[in-house]
T-cell receptor, first 119, second 112 residues
């Protein structure tokens, strides 16, 4: 299984709603990521979890709240979002840990994304 | 953070070679990467190059690295319509090597 599965594929929410995006991988990877991608733009890193601990938070507003319940799952909780938060949210995973000669560093496996529209 | 620069568009005919260029920011980057994103999909790693290499060839793909100028290029030989996609170069953000920063992306359009 070399897939990263994201649900839902599409989400429309109002500015007062609370919703969650979910991501799952069964490759035994220990690093998981959330990226945000606007149309015609590169993915922007939001959060990195390494061994289920938040290791990087790229100054993301608190209306986005990540959670890593276990090594296979990554959630992104959404609350009081703004229309400008509409984007494709990509989850990724990688082997994680220190780079060694046996790891392929920087190889992130991406899901197909959750397309979020905030009205 | 600083930007990883790429030209935004490239249009080629089927069978021609494509060359996509990238200027990265951190001269201490140990690995540099090329990712491909097809419409409606996530990103997929195409190839990578270690910083002590000048060139890496992988079937139709050739990566060239000029560390002095911090310039990376991806050459696709015999470009096919299925190569139409957005191509991102990327470098590692942190010392632990756990996160990537992507360039702006080059949209490659291949016409038959």
């Amino acid at each position: 299984d070399t897939e990263v599965t994201q649900t839902p594929k599409h989400l429309v929410m109002g500015m007062t709603n609370k919703k969650s995006l979910k991501c799952e991988q069964h490759m035994g990877h220990r690093a998981m990521y959330w990226y945000k991608q606007k149309a015609k733009k590169p993915p922007e890193l939001m959060f990195v979890y390494s061994y289920e601990k938040l290791s990087i938070n790229e100054s993301v507003p608190s209306r986005f709240s990540p959670e890593c319940p276990n090594s296979s799952l990554l959630n992104l909780h959404l609350h009081a979002l703004q229309p400008e938060d509409s984007a494709l949210y990509l989850c990724a995973s990688s082997q994680g840990g220190k780079m060694t000669s046996r790891t392929r560093p920087g190889e992130l496996f991406f899901g197909e994304g959750s397309r979020l529209t905030v009205l | 953070g600083e930007d990883v620069e790429q030209s935004l568009f490239l249009s080629v005919r089927e069978g021609d070679s494509s060359v996509i260029n990238c200027t990265y920011t951190d001269s201490s980057s140990t690995y540099l990467y090329w990712y491909k994103q097809e419409p409606g999909a996530g990103l997929q790693l195409l190839t990578y190059i270690f910083s002590n290499m000048d060139m890496k060839q992988d079937q139709r793909l050739t990566v060239l690295l000029n560390k002095k100028d911090k310039h990376l290029s991806l050459r696709i030989a015999d470009t096919q319509t299925g190569d139409s996609a957005i191509y991102f170069c990327a470098e590692i953000l942190d010392q632990a090597g756990t996160a990537l920063i992507f360039g702006k992306g080059t949209t490659l359009s291949v016409s038959s």
